[in-house]
């Protein structure tokens, strides 16, 4: 007996997860599948994820979006990387540029045969010779303009936006391609008596929404994959000991950093984020370390402007659904699991989730293969992206109980193995296309202190002239890249500013 093809599919929940799934089926499933997205206006989006990976550029080129329209609605600025800021000690920061860091030769990455020039009295910065980290850090910002029979520039970036306009502007994309929207509180889930799959969706409203497929975007609490299907939940806490964050935006400043930033406090770290109408922040923390109401008053007394809203606890526990999908439910967001937005990698998660389901589109009989291998491919996922960000815990030098405890912790043994291999000949492997590349593992052990004991011999072939300009010429072209730019605010300004944005100090 031949199965049907889905025909109905219900998102449960708005917000950038909801959103974000109902664009990409509507552009990939186009009219043969009805999309209907329950959302309510009573329940608050979390609004965490407002800086974003590469990656980004891929999800929204795939809907074919404008990107100049997309940072002018969404109040957006370009990222090119994250600096991390006391980890090791007061004034000592590093940034993760995304992008190149100089050019492999042969068999070897760049940084082996700057190991060996370091070695051998070299003196020169790694982030020399990435042109994001030197842009970055005279405010600069452009997209690569690579021409042919010209060396590539290397250049890669992100953005920050305002997840709440994203999640708009999604909206309207997604509606306007047949996505229908009902704004109802769900009240209760129905099963089915034999197969135990969600039937159906009732709203308070009594209104009955029925549906083949259903994707989770409820957040933290999970109502369909955990208070209705019990997935289970994978606890990270003994490695990520954060449970708790308050957000606050505050005025924009001068200058327009095309960078987020994470600076390390006593317990636990606090993100700035600078989008065009206002400046994101907040402080992640560990409660068994700071109050509150003490976490509260550090992050207002380091705003850099004057803070437009009143602060917003979250609390949280690091970790993800032990199956994502689950009978004929996936969970997309905040649903799925967290992790902590050190790296930025909330929303990248979401569309990773959103790829593999389209990747394992199921017919109606939902065959627990293509569910398995669909958990299995997200369970890669969120433990690569976990044992990246128990990195920048686990070698940070910070003094203080909370970062002692870090330091002492156990990790997993797949991190453990890539400290050690790096520490050795500074080799870095990456495993399975995961998310993160060799650079983006070499910036964050070199900036967290540690240091291999030699290199590559393989990096010996060259002679000490041909090392010299090797060199040389690595950082010239890295600067040429960084001097071509404009300042980030004058990038923005020239092609995708947003109309101006009346600003209200929050009342006290």
């Known amino acids: ?280 922040n907040g402080y992640v923390y560990c409660s068994d370390y700071v109050t509150d109401a003490d976490a509260t008053d550090i992050l207002l007394s380091t705003l850099d402007g004057v803070p437009l809203a009143e602060p917003r606890q979250l609390r949280f526990v690091t970790g993800k659904r032990s199956q994502i999908w689950k009978k004929n439910c996936v969970a997309l967001g905040l649903s799925s699991g967290f992790l902590e937005p050190l790296e930025s990698t909330s929303i990248h998660l979401i569309q990773t989730g959103i790829a593999k389901l389209l990747e394992f589109f199921p017919s109606s009989g939902f065959h627990q293969p293509d569910i398995d291998a669909f958990n299995k491919a997200m369970d890669f996922e969120f433990h690569s992206i976990r044992d990246f960000v128990i990195l920048h815990y686990k070698t940070a030098s910070r003094s203080g109980a909370f970062w002692e405890r870090c330091r002492n912790m156990a990790i997993p043994d797949s991190l453990a193995e890539k400290i050690e291999l790096f520490c050795t000949n500074g080799r870095i492997l990456r495993f399975n296309n995961e998310l993160f590349t060799e650079l983006g593992w070499l910036q964050v052990m070199w900036g967290q202190g540690l240091r291999p004991q030699g290199y590559n011999p393989l990096a010996d072939q060259l002679t000490a002239e041909q090392l010299q300009e090797f060199m040389h010429v690595a950082a010239r072209h890295a600067r040429h890249v960084a001097e071509q730019m404009p300042l980030h605010q004058q990038y923005i300004a020239a092609n995708c500013a947003a109309p101006p944005r009346e600003i209200r100090k929050a009342s006290s």
């Open 1 to 280: 007996m031949m199965e049907r093809s889905l025909t109905k599919i219900v998102i449960a929940g708005g917000g950038t997860a909801g959103w974000m799934a109902a664009s990409a089926l509507a552009r990939f499933l186009g009219p043969s599948c009805s999309i209907h997205l329950v959302e309510s206006e009573e329940i608050g989006t979390v609004g965490v994820g407002e800086a974003t990976i590469p990656a980004i550029q891929l999800f929204n080129q795939s809907l074919g979006i404008d990107e100049n329209e997309f940072v002018r609605a969404t109040q957006g600025s370009f990222k090119l990387g994250i600096e991390f800021a006391d980890w090791n000690e007061p004034g000592h920061s590093y940034l993760h540029a995304f992008g190149a860091i100089g050019r492999p030769l042969g068999l070897l990455p760049f940084h082996q045969y700057w190991l060996r020039y370091r070695q051998q009295g070299g003196s020169v910065s790694l982030w020399d010779y990435a042109p994001t980290a030197l842009a970055a850090a005279q405010n600069r910002f452009a997209r690569p303009q690579d021409k042919p029979g010209t060396l590539p520039s290397g250049v890669a970036y992100a953005y920050h936006f305002d997840a709440s306009l994203y999640a708009a502007f999604l909206r309207k994309y997604a509606e306007a391609r047949g996505v229908i929207r009902t704004d109802g509180r769900i009240a209760d889930v129905k099963l089915h008596a034999e197969s135990g799959n969600i039937e159906c969706l009732i709203l308070a409203s009594g209104e009955v929404v029925r549906g083949d497929l259903f994707i989770d975007c409820s957040g933290f609490r999970g109502l369909l994959i955990e208070q209705t299907l019990n997935s289970g939940y994978e606890d990270w806490s003994n490695f990520l000991p954060c449970n708790r964050a308050v957000a606050v935006p505050c005025a924009s400043v001068d200058p327009l950093t095309p960078f987020t930033r994470a600076t390390a406090r006593d317990a636990g770290w606090q993100w700035r984020i600078p989008l065009q109408h206002r400046t994101g």
